[in-house]
């Protein structure tokens, strides 16, 4: 990668559709790669929620993140020798967005249905492309994803609660600066290692919150065991399969094809929670799926 792009601190990252990758078979693996990354992770986030009555939306995150450190670290056995000062900066810097993108989504969660919470979550992926692919079709594409926003609110979020929608979109903030610190990470660490240190680096962001939060109910057998069947679904499958598929695509591509996963929650949702979608509500969450679609053809004509 050898163009940047401003990040929001006034620092530079480098521009994610600059990463080459060739068409064909290791392209079409990467998309369903992330296709069943995230139908896991949305139906995961669904059965989490069964989970917030007992532990709380802290404690489950804890459960989540801290079982998933366990079973990566296990699996990958990262090298911890031999890397520059330069390449720990990216792995805690990713551990940091990986837990406090899982954070902030599950405060979203317990407050709002979980569709509505992709459906925010995601303008943070879908604004990364559209920075990272800077033309003008890209703004009509963002201003598409706002009209579904604004659609969702009804032209405001009291219905939904606005501290579930700042949860929200704060989560999104930190799914953007995942995606091109895991691209980045990718790059610099072999196989599995750099996700299995950032989400030990996560582990300890998260545990000492979700205990504070719950205390001893997270030593509860079926607490554990729905913890480690939701660490499964929602974290050690579906970021393993994210790593894997940022290998073989650009992080704008990766970014936009996000754009199925407010559907994909919705349906969770409603199957899993008994969460239904007013018309209006499933319009608002078209728009953005179909915004994020656009988005991706966009940037591809950059590559």
Same mark, same amino acid.
């Given at each position: ?24 078979? &290791?392209?079409?693996?990467?998309? &369903? ?9 949305? @139906? ?7 989970? @917030? ?13 801290? @079982? ?80 579904? /926003? ?8 009291? &219905?939904?609660?606005?501290?579930? /929608? ?48 719950? &205390? ?73 799926? /179909? ?13």
């Amino acid at each position: 990668m050898t163009s940047t792009t401003p990040a929001p601190s006034g620092t530079s990252i480098p521009a994610p559709r600059l990463l080459r990758h060739p068409a064909g078979r &290791g392209t079409l693996g990467g998309v &369903g790669l992330v296709l069943a990354g995230t139908l896991s992770v949305q @139906f995961g986030s669904a059965f989490a929620a069964l989970l @917030f009555p007992r532990a709380g939306a802290l404690g489950t995150v804890a459960l989540r993140v801290a @079982f998933a450190a366990v079973l990566l670290l296990a699996v990958a056995r990262p090298r911890l020798r031999g890397y520059a000062r330069g390449d720990w900066a990216v792995a805690v810097g990713f551990g940091l967005a990986l837990g406090g993108m899982n954070l902030l989504f599950y405060q979203a969660v317990d407050r709002i249905p979980l569709g509505a919470a992709v459906t925010f979550e995601v303008l943070g992926p879908l604004l990364l492309s559209v920075a990272v692919s800077r033309r003008a079709g890209s703004l009509l594409w963002a201003a598409l994803a706002l009209a579904g /926003v604004f659609l969702l609110g009804r032209g405001g979020f009291d &219905g939904l609660g606005g501290t579930g /929608v700042a949860f929200a979109l704060g989560a999104g903030a930190m799914w953007a600066a995942y995606i091109v610190l895991a691209a980045r990470a990718g790059a610099r660490f072999p196989r599995l290692d750099g996700l299995a240190i950032a989400m030990a680096v996560a582990a300890l962001v998260s545990l000492p919150l979700g205990i504070g939060s719950a &205390g001893a109910v997270l030593l509860e057998p079926g607490v554990l065991a729905l913890g480690l069947a939701i660490a499964v679904m929602s974290s050690g499958v579906p970021y393993t399969l994210e790593l894997l598929a940022l290998r073989r695509l650009p992080a704008a591509t990766f970014a936009v094809l996000a754009s199925l996963s407010p559907a994909v929650a919705a349906v969770a949702g409603y199957l899993v929670l008994g969460q239904g979608l007013s018309p209006l509500q499933c319009a608002a969450i078209a728009l953005v799926v /179909v915004a994020s679609a656009g988005a991706v053809r966009t940037g591809g004509r950059d590559r």
